[in-house]
Nanobody, 126 residues
Framework: QLQLVESGGGLVQPGGSLRLSCATS????????IGWFRQAPGKEREGVSC????????VYADSVKGRFTISRDNAKNTVYLQMNSLKPEDTAVYYC???????????????????WGQGTQVTVSS
């Protein structure tokens, strides 16, 4: 019932910015975490950031801390990932996902997220 749709990916130059969106529907949960993940060719999927619905607290991977910001618009049922100062190593397919009845803290555990979107490609290149 829960559906996630990512959008906003594209081609940007190093140092540029991009905002990803994750539109959600079918939510009946009172308590959950939403995370952003990415997977580059030949690499494991890694957690980028997450946000908790109960208190809006956030977690960021060290590689994006200070450059990326996760937020949400409750009226639009949408979660965003604002990406600034982009680097070529940020190139990947980006996914959003939901961990039901969970709270993200300290580390973003990929295997704990149960519902995933289809992903959106982000390419950082000059």
């Amino acid at each position: 019932q829960l559906q996630l749709v990512e959008s906003g990916g594209g081609l940007v130059q190093p140092g540029g910015s991009l905002r990803l969106s994750c539109a959600t529907s079918g939510f009946t949960l009172d308590y959950y975490a939403i995370g952003w993940f990415r997977q580059a060719p030949g690499k494991e999927r890694e957690g980028v950031s997450c946000i908790n619905n109960n208190d809006d607290s956030t977690v960021y991977a060290d590689s994006v801390k200070g450059r990326f910001t996760i937020s949400r618009d409750n009226a639009k049922n949408t979660v965003y990932l604002q990406m600034n100062s982009l680097k070529p190593e940020d190139t990947a397919v980006y996914y959003c996902a939901v961990d039901p009845w969970a709270y993200c803290s300290d580390y973003i555990w990929v295997n704990e997220y149960d519902y995933w979107g289809q992903g959106t490609q982000v390419t950082v290149s000059s």
